[in-house]
C-alpha cells in the first residue's frame, strides 16, 4: 500500500507574523519556515503505517518554491521514502494545490492520502476536503485515530463534544488533527539518510493543472490591540464592575 503525505513550508510556529504596511499581506522576508504542524503529524503517521508493515512506501508532496525541497528532506528524515516538489513561484491557493493532488493521485494511485487538517499561514482548511471532492474518494477530517485493516479505514474524528469513529473504503483522504500522534524527533544520520533519497521535480503545467488564484486578499489587518487591564481592590467592586460596566451579569 502506497501512501501520499501532504506538507507544506509555512512560516515556523514561533513567529510573530508583522503585517506589511500596506495591508496587502504578512511579510515573510527573512522569517524561518518550517513545515506545517500538521503535516509533520501526517509525516509521522504514514511512516508508523509504514514501520507497522500496513503500507509498503510513503511518498512525500510538496507544492511551491524551490526551498520547498528543505521541507521534502525534513519529510524524508522522518522516514518518507521519496520525494515530489510541485514547483512554482506563484501563489498557490487551496484550489489549485488540490488540483495538482488530484493529479498525482492520478498518477501515483496511492490508496491513502493524509493531509494536515489546515496550513497554519493561510488557516484555510480546505485542501483536504477538495481533494476527496476533485477525486471522489471517501474522507475523514480532523483524525484522532486511525487504523487501517481489511482495505479500510477506520478513522476517529474530533467533534464538538466528543468523538465520532468512520470507516472509509480505500483508497480515501484523511486529514490530520493535533491528538493523532507525537511526531518523532529528525536524529542527524536520519538528515543524512533523507539526501540520498530521491526527490522527484515537477510543475504544475507537467500535471496539466491551471494554478491561477481564484481569490483575491483584499485587505489583511493586526487583531486590535488590548487596552489595559485595571486593578480592583475587592470581589465586591469587581462584581460591581462586571454588572455595570462589562454588563455580563
Ligand atoms: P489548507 O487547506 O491550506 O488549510 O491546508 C490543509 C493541508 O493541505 C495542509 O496541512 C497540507 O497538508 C496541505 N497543503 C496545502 N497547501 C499545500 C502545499 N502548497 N504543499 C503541500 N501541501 C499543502
Redesign the pocket.
Known amino acids: 500500500m502506497k501512501i501520499l503525505v ?4 509555512v512560516v515556523d510556529y514561533n513567529v510573530k507574523v508583522r503585517v506589511k504596511s500596506d495591508g496587502s499581506g504578512v511579510d515573510i522576508a527573512n522569517v524561518k519556515m518550517s513545515m ?1 504542524p ?2 509533520e503529524i ?1 509525516v509521522e503517521e504514514a511512516v508508523r503505517l509504514r514501520e507497522a508493515g500496513i503500507a509498503t512506501e510513503v511518498v512525500a ?4 518554491v524551490t526551498q ?1 525541497q528543505e521541507t521534502l528532506r525534513t519529510a524524508m528524515a522522518i522516514g518518507a521514502d521519496r520525494g515530489i516538489l510541485v514547483e512554482s513561484a506563484d501563489e ?1 491557493q ?1 484550489l489549485a ?1 488540490a488540483k495538482i ?1 488530484k493529479a498525482l493521485v492520478d498518477k501515483e494511485q496511492p490508496q491513502l492520502v493524509i ?5 497554519i499561514d ?7 476536503q477538495m481533494l476527496a471532492a476533485l477525486t471522489g474518494l471517501p474522507q475523514a477530517t480532523f483524525a484522532s485515530k486511525v487504523v487501517v485493516a481489511d482495505g479500510k479505514a477506520t478513522v476517529a474524528r474530533e467533534v464538538d463534544g466528543g468523538s465520532e469513529t468512520l470507516s472509509l473504503k480505500l483508497p480515501a483522504v484523511i ?1 490530520t488533527d493535533l491528538r493523532l500522534n507525537e511526531p518523532r524527533y529528525v536524529t542527524l544520520p536520519n538528515i543524512m539518510k533523507a539526501k540520498k533519497k530521491p526527490l522527484e521535480t515537477l510543475k504544475p503545467a507537467d500535471l496539466g493543472v491551471d494554478v491561477a488564484p481564484r481569490l483575491k486578499t483584499l485587505k489583511v489587518a493586526e487583531p486590535p490591540k488590548r487596552s489595559a487591564g485595571v486593578m480592583v481592590p475587592d470581589v465586591k467592586t469587581l462584581v460591581e464592575k462586571l454588572k455595570t460596566e462589562a454588563k455580563v451579569l
Open positions: 501532504t506538507v507544506k513550508r506545517n500538521f503535516d501526517a508532496v510538496s507544492c511551491g520547498c498557490l487551496p494545490v493532488l493531509l494536515g487538517k489546515q496550513a493561510d488557516d484555510s482548511n480546505q485542501t483536504g486529514t
